[in-house]
């Protein structure tokens, strides 16, 4: 990550959960056809030098996105056809 996408925690700003989603709704661009939804959850912060891994299923015309550092669960989306 970049050090600009944190804040002065050291925290990753909202942006960077928003660019994960994008970035895996680029493997489902039906879901991204308006109308749609997306959520974001957040859970716990991540920190700027921690290594972020993002997990996805799709069941449908729903996405589930899950924002992990190891196996702590950080933040979680879901995107969904309207």
Same mark, same amino acid.
């Given at each position: 990550?970049?050090?600009?996408?944190?804040?002065?925690?050291?925290h990753?700003?909202?942006?960077?959960?928003?660019?994960?989603?994008?970035?895996?709704?680029?493997?489902?661009?039906?879901?991204?056809?308006p109308?749609?939804?997306?959520v /974001?959850?957040?859970?716990?912060p991540i920190?700027?030098d921690?290594s972020?891994?993002?997990r996805?299923?799709?069941?449908?015309?729903?996405?589930?996105?899950?924002?992990? /550092?190891?196996?702590? /669960?950080?933040?979680?989306? $879901?995107?969904?056809k $309207?």
């Amino acid at each position: 990550m970049r050090y600009t996408d944190g804040d002065h925690f050291e925290h990753v700003n909202n942006t960077v959960y928003w660019h994960g989603v994008h970035e895996v709704l680029a493997h489902a661009p039906d879901l991204s056809a308006p109308p749609y939804r997306a959520v /974001v959850e957040y859970r716990k912060p991540i920190k700027l030098d921690e290594s972020v891994t993002i997990r996805s299923v799709r069941r449908n015309d729903v996405l589930h996105m899950w924002f992990c /550092v190891g196996p702590d /669960v950080r933040a979680a989306a $879901l995107v969904c056809k $309207l």
